[in-house]
Protein backbone atom coordinates (compact mmCIF):
# COMPACT_ATOMS: atom_id res chain seq x y z
CA UNK A 1 0.00 0.00 0.00
CA UNK A 2 3.05 2.30 0.88
CA UNK A 3 4.04 2.18 -3.26
CA UNK A 4 0.25 3.11 -4.01
CA UNK A 5 0.29 6.30 -1.79
CA UNK A 6 4.06 7.15 -3.48
CA UNK A 7 2.19 6.99 -6.86
CA UNK A 8 -0.57 9.42 -5.89
CA UNK A 9 1.65 11.97 -4.16
CA UNK A 10 3.79 11.57 -7.22
CA UNK A 11 0.77 12.43 -9.70
CA UNK A 12 -0.45 15.18 -7.10
CA UNK A 13 2.52 16.95 -7.85
CA UNK A 14 2.35 16.34 -11.62
CA UNK A 15 -0.77 18.05 -11.55
CA UNK A 16 -0.32 20.50 -9.49
CA UNK A 17 2.71 21.50 -9.93
CA UNK A 18 2.18 23.00 -13.68
CA UNK A 19 -0.95 24.51 -12.69
CA UNK A 20 0.98 26.38 -10.13
CA UNK A 21 3.21 27.56 -12.67
CA UNK A 22 1.08 28.64 -14.77
CA UNK A 23 -0.91 30.59 -12.29
CA UNK A 24 2.11 32.42 -11.15
CA UNK A 25 2.87 32.99 -14.76
CA UNK A 26 -0.63 34.48 -15.34
CA UNK A 27 0.14 36.63 -12.24
CA UNK A 28 3.39 38.11 -12.88
CA UNK A 29 2.62 38.88 -17.27
CA UNK A 30 -0.45 40.32 -16.06
CA UNK A 31 1.35 43.47 -15.58
CA UNK A 32 5.05 42.58 -17.13
CA UNK A 33 5.70 42.21 -20.65
CA UNK A 34 6.58 38.91 -22.30
CA UNK A 35 10.00 38.60 -23.04
CA UNK A 36 10.08 35.42 -24.74
CA UNK A 37 7.72 32.63 -25.26
CA UNK A 38 7.94 28.23 -26.08
CA UNK A 39 7.17 28.98 -29.75
CA UNK A 40 10.30 31.56 -30.09
CA UNK A 41 12.49 29.03 -28.33
CA UNK A 42 11.72 26.58 -30.74
CA UNK A 43 12.25 28.42 -33.66
CA UNK A 44 15.33 30.14 -32.33
CA UNK A 45 16.64 26.36 -31.83
CA UNK A 46 15.80 25.46 -35.47
CA UNK A 47 18.18 28.12 -36.37
CA UNK A 48 16.13 30.74 -36.84
CA UNK A 49 16.26 34.64 -36.10
CA UNK A 50 14.65 36.70 -33.62
CA UNK A 51 13.26 39.59 -34.28
CA UNK A 52 10.48 40.95 -31.08
CA UNK A 53 9.67 44.27 -29.75
CA UNK A 54 7.16 44.78 -26.88
CA UNK A 55 4.85 47.74 -27.46
CA UNK A 56 1.91 48.78 -24.71
CA UNK A 57 -1.15 49.00 -27.00
CA UNK A 58 -1.62 52.37 -26.65
CA UNK A 59 1.85 52.75 -29.06
CA UNK A 60 -0.04 50.55 -31.72
CA UNK A 61 -2.56 51.53 -34.48
CA UNK A 62 -5.70 51.44 -33.27
CA UNK A 63 -6.54 50.15 -36.63
CA UNK A 64 -4.56 46.35 -36.25
CA UNK A 65 -6.60 46.36 -32.95
CA UNK A 66 -9.94 46.36 -34.75
CA UNK A 67 -8.84 44.51 -37.68
CA UNK A 68 -7.58 41.84 -35.62
CA UNK A 69 -11.07 41.64 -34.02
CA UNK A 70 -12.72 41.73 -37.57
CA UNK A 71 -10.44 38.87 -38.85
CA UNK A 72 -9.85 36.31 -35.90
CA UNK A 73 -12.69 36.74 -33.51
CA UNK A 74 -15.23 39.18 -33.96
CA UNK A 75 -16.87 37.80 -30.79
CA UNK A 76 -13.85 38.46 -28.69
CA UNK A 77 -15.63 40.73 -26.09
CA UNK A 78 -18.58 38.15 -25.80
CA UNK A 79 -17.39 35.16 -25.38
CA UNK A 80 -15.22 33.77 -22.01
CA UNK A 81 -12.09 32.32 -23.83
CA UNK A 82 -14.05 29.61 -25.97
CA UNK A 83 -16.59 30.24 -28.48
CA UNK A 84 -19.05 27.71 -28.55
CA UNK A 85 -21.07 29.39 -31.14
CA UNK A 86 -18.50 29.04 -33.99
CA UNK A 87 -17.42 25.01 -32.55
CA UNK A 88 -21.64 25.00 -33.01
CA UNK A 89 -20.83 26.20 -36.67
CA UNK A 90 -17.89 23.88 -37.31
CA UNK A 91 -19.28 20.66 -36.06
CA UNK A 92 -22.41 21.53 -38.62
CA UNK A 93 -20.07 21.96 -41.39
CA UNK A 94 -18.31 18.69 -40.83
CA UNK A 95 -21.65 16.85 -40.21
CA UNK A 96 -22.36 17.95 -43.85
CA UNK A 97 -19.32 17.34 -45.80
CA UNK A 98 -17.21 20.51 -45.46
CA UNK A 99 -14.24 20.83 -44.82
CA UNK A 100 -12.82 21.19 -41.05
CA UNK A 101 -11.83 25.06 -39.86
CA UNK A 102 -10.61 26.53 -37.15
CA UNK A 103 -12.79 27.35 -34.17
CA UNK A 104 -9.89 29.30 -32.35
CA UNK A 105 -10.06 32.16 -30.39
CA UNK A 106 -7.92 35.44 -29.83
CA UNK A 107 -8.08 33.94 -25.95
CA UNK A 108 -6.98 30.50 -27.02
CA UNK A 109 -4.32 31.46 -29.56
CA UNK A 110 -2.73 33.70 -27.01
CA UNK A 111 -2.88 30.49 -24.43
CA UNK A 112 -1.21 28.30 -27.33
CA UNK A 113 1.73 31.33 -27.79
CA UNK A 114 2.19 31.40 -24.08
CA UNK A 115 2.30 27.93 -22.85
CA UNK A 116 1.94 25.26 -25.50
CA UNK A 117 3.93 24.13 -28.93
CA UNK A 118 2.83 24.88 -32.74
CA UNK A 119 1.86 21.06 -33.58
CA UNK A 120 -2.03 20.27 -34.08
CA UNK A 121 -2.87 17.09 -31.68
CA UNK A 122 -5.66 16.45 -29.59
CA UNK A 123 -3.68 16.68 -26.70
CA UNK A 124 -2.76 19.76 -27.26
CA UNK A 125 -6.08 21.38 -28.01
CA UNK A 126 -7.55 19.90 -25.02
CA UNK A 127 -4.76 21.30 -22.55
CA UNK A 128 -5.25 25.00 -24.53
CA UNK A 129 -9.12 24.38 -23.79
CA UNK A 130 -8.47 24.09 -19.90
CA UNK A 131 -5.90 26.54 -19.82
CA UNK A 132 -7.82 29.43 -21.76
CA UNK A 133 -10.11 29.53 -19.28
CA UNK A 134 -7.76 30.53 -16.23
CA UNK A 135 -5.97 33.08 -18.96
CA UNK A 136 -9.77 34.75 -19.06
CA UNK A 137 -10.19 34.54 -15.08
CA UNK A 138 -7.08 35.71 -14.53
CA UNK A 139 -6.82 38.73 -17.11
CA UNK A 140 -8.77 41.62 -18.78
CA UNK A 141 -9.71 40.99 -22.34
CA UNK A 142 -7.24 44.21 -22.79
CA UNK A 143 -4.49 42.77 -21.67
CA UNK A 144 -4.93 39.54 -24.05
CA UNK A 145 -5.79 41.37 -26.74
CA UNK A 146 -1.69 43.37 -25.69
CA UNK A 147 -0.03 40.49 -25.13
CA UNK A 148 -1.40 38.64 -28.21
CA UNK A 149 -0.63 41.39 -30.33
CA UNK A 150 3.25 41.44 -29.14
CA UNK A 151 3.45 37.95 -29.49
CA UNK A 152 2.06 36.23 -33.11
CA UNK A 153 3.99 34.92 -35.24
CA UNK A 154 4.11 37.55 -38.45
CA UNK A 155 6.87 35.76 -40.20
CA UNK A 156 9.82 33.57 -39.92
CA UNK A 157 11.99 34.59 -36.65
CA UNK A 158 9.52 37.67 -36.50
CA UNK A 159 6.78 38.11 -33.54
CA UNK A 160 4.39 41.59 -32.76
CA UNK A 161 2.83 43.63 -35.03
CA UNK A 162 5.92 46.64 -34.01
CA UNK A 163 8.66 43.89 -35.68
CA UNK A 164 6.68 43.00 -37.91
CA UNK A 165 5.77 46.42 -39.56
CA UNK A 166 9.53 47.51 -38.82
CA UNK A 167 10.44 44.54 -40.95
CA UNK A 168 7.53 44.55 -43.58
CA UNK A 169 7.52 48.47 -44.25
CA UNK A 170 10.03 50.05 -42.66
CA UNK A 171 7.76 51.87 -39.74
CA UNK A 172 6.43 51.95 -36.52
CA UNK A 173 3.11 49.82 -35.29
CA UNK A 174 1.55 53.08 -34.66
CA UNK A 175 2.27 54.83 -38.05
CA UNK A 176 0.86 51.72 -40.31
CA UNK A 177 -1.93 52.59 -43.17
CA UNK A 178 -5.35 51.06 -43.27
CA UNK A 179 -3.92 48.37 -45.85
CA UNK A 180 -0.48 47.80 -44.49
CA UNK A 181 -2.54 46.84 -40.72
CA UNK A 182 -4.90 44.81 -42.96
CA UNK A 183 -2.41 42.87 -44.12
CA UNK A 184 -0.88 41.66 -41.31
CA UNK A 185 -3.75 40.97 -40.30
CA UNK A 186 -4.62 39.01 -43.21
CA UNK A 187 -1.71 36.42 -42.74
CA UNK A 188 -2.15 35.38 -39.38
CA UNK A 189 -3.68 32.15 -40.72
CA UNK A 190 -0.27 31.16 -42.07
CA UNK A 191 2.34 33.89 -41.74
CA UNK A 192 5.46 31.65 -42.66
CA UNK A 193 3.84 31.04 -45.89
CA UNK A 194 2.51 34.30 -47.00
CA UNK A 195 3.60 37.93 -47.41
CA UNK A 196 1.98 41.05 -46.85
CA UNK A 197 4.14 43.02 -49.12
CA UNK A 198 3.68 40.51 -52.07
CA UNK A 199 -0.14 39.98 -51.52
CA UNK A 200 -1.38 36.69 -53.85
CA UNK A 201 -4.96 37.81 -55.16
CA UNK A 202 -6.59 35.77 -52.46
CA UNK A 203 -4.22 37.72 -49.83
CA UNK A 204 -5.73 40.59 -51.46
CA UNK A 205 -10.11 39.96 -51.24
CA UNK A 206 -8.85 38.97 -47.89
CA UNK A 207 -7.17 42.52 -47.11
CA UNK A 208 -10.85 44.13 -48.31
CA UNK A 209 -13.14 41.63 -46.70
CA UNK A 210 -11.47 42.07 -42.88
CA UNK A 211 -11.42 45.90 -43.95
CA UNK A 212 -15.16 45.70 -44.86
CA UNK A 213 -16.09 43.68 -41.81
CA UNK A 214 -14.41 46.50 -39.48
CA UNK A 215 -16.20 49.17 -40.56
CA UNK A 216 -19.86 47.20 -39.99
CA UNK A 217 -18.68 46.13 -36.78
CA UNK A 218 -21.20 47.24 -33.59
CA UNK A 219 -19.92 48.76 -30.61
CA UNK A 220 -20.36 45.82 -28.45
CA UNK A 221 -17.52 43.86 -30.10
CA UNK A 222 -14.86 46.25 -29.68
CA UNK A 223 -16.19 47.71 -26.15
CA UNK A 224 -13.73 45.73 -23.87
CA UNK A 225 -10.82 46.94 -26.08
CA UNK A 226 -11.39 50.84 -26.10
CA UNK A 227 -8.45 51.61 -28.15
CA UNK A 228 -9.78 49.62 -31.15
CA UNK A 229 -12.37 52.28 -30.53
CA UNK A 230 -9.85 55.30 -31.74
CA UNK A 231 -9.16 53.74 -35.30
CA UNK A 232 -10.17 56.39 -37.61
CA UNK A 233 -12.37 55.95 -40.91
CA UNK A 234 -10.91 52.77 -42.78
CA UNK A 235 -13.26 53.64 -45.71
CA UNK A 236 -11.04 54.48 -49.16
CA UNK A 237 -11.11 57.54 -50.96
CA UNK A 238 -9.82 61.16 -50.72
CA UNK A 239 -10.71 62.08 -46.88
CA UNK A 240 -12.42 65.04 -46.17
CA UNK A 241 -11.08 68.04 -44.39
CA UNK A 242 -11.95 68.50 -40.71
CA UNK A 243 -11.58 71.61 -38.27
CA UNK A 244 -9.06 68.85 -36.23
CA UNK A 245 -7.12 68.39 -38.90
CA UNK A 246 -5.11 71.06 -41.20
CA UNK A 247 -6.29 71.11 -45.11
CA UNK A 248 -2.68 70.88 -46.25
CA UNK A 249 -2.09 67.32 -43.89
CA UNK A 250 -5.86 65.91 -45.36
CA UNK A 251 -4.54 66.86 -48.74
CA UNK A 252 -1.50 64.85 -48.70
CA UNK A 253 -3.09 62.22 -47.24
CA UNK A 254 -6.01 62.27 -49.85
CA UNK A 255 -3.37 62.64 -52.67
CA UNK A 256 -1.26 60.00 -51.51
CA UNK A 257 -3.95 57.50 -51.51
CA UNK A 258 -5.35 58.37 -55.04
CA UNK A 259 -1.32 57.93 -56.35
CA UNK A 260 -1.72 54.60 -54.53
CA UNK A 261 -5.19 53.99 -56.08
CA UNK A 262 -6.71 53.07 -52.78
CA UNK A 263 -5.91 51.88 -49.87
CA UNK A 264 -6.81 48.52 -51.49
CA UNK A 265 -4.03 48.34 -53.85
CA UNK A 266 -0.85 46.72 -53.82
CA UNK A 267 0.75 49.75 -54.12
CA UNK A 268 -0.89 51.11 -50.89
CA UNK A 269 0.96 48.05 -48.68
CA UNK A 270 4.58 49.74 -49.90
CA UNK A 271 5.88 52.51 -47.47
CA UNK A 272 6.06 55.89 -49.59
CA UNK A 273 9.25 56.41 -47.79
CA UNK A 274 11.03 53.11 -48.47
CA UNK A 275 14.04 53.82 -51.25
CA UNK A 276 13.32 52.32 -54.50
CA UNK A 277 16.13 50.30 -56.60
CA UNK A 278 14.42 50.54 -60.41
CA UNK A 279 14.51 54.37 -60.41
CA UNK A 280 15.02 55.61 -64.01
CA UNK A 281 17.97 57.71 -64.37
CA UNK A 282 17.45 61.25 -65.90
CA UNK A 283 19.14 61.91 -69.23
CA UNK A 284 22.20 64.69 -69.34
CA UNK A 285 21.34 67.12 -71.70
CA UNK A 286 23.68 67.20 -74.74
CA UNK A 287 25.98 69.69 -75.10
CA UNK A 288 26.28 72.48 -77.73
CA UNK A 289 30.14 71.37 -78.68
CA UNK A 290 29.13 69.40 -81.63
CA UNK A 291 27.01 72.32 -82.85
CA UNK A 292 29.84 74.64 -82.81
CA UNK A 293 32.28 72.26 -84.65
CA UNK A 294 29.50 71.70 -87.33
CA UNK A 295 29.21 76.06 -88.18
CA UNK A 296 33.21 75.72 -88.59
CA UNK A 297 33.23 73.52 -90.95
CA UNK A 298 30.66 74.87 -92.85
CA UNK A 299 32.50 78.03 -92.46
CA UNK A 300 35.33 76.82 -94.17
CA UNK A 301 33.75 75.60 -96.77
CA UNK A 302 32.59 78.64 -97.52
Known amino acids: MMWLFKIRKVLLYLTLGPLLLVLLHLLIFRFVS??????MLIRAVQGEDLQHEWVP?????????????????????????????????????????????????ISMQTTKNLYLWPSRSFIRKGLEFGLVHLLELFWSKERIMEVYLNIVELGPGIYGVESAAQHHFGRSSKRLRSAQAAALVAILPAPRAWSPTNPTPRLGAKVQIIRRIARSMKDEQTECVPHANDAPSTRTGPRRVTSKKPKEQAEAESTDEAESGGLDSPAALKDKDAPTHHQATPKKPRSGKRKKIKSKRRRRSR
Open 57 to 105: IEEMSPLIVRYVIAGEDQRFCMHQGVDYEAVRRVVEEVRDGQRMRGAST
Open 34 to 39: VPVTPL
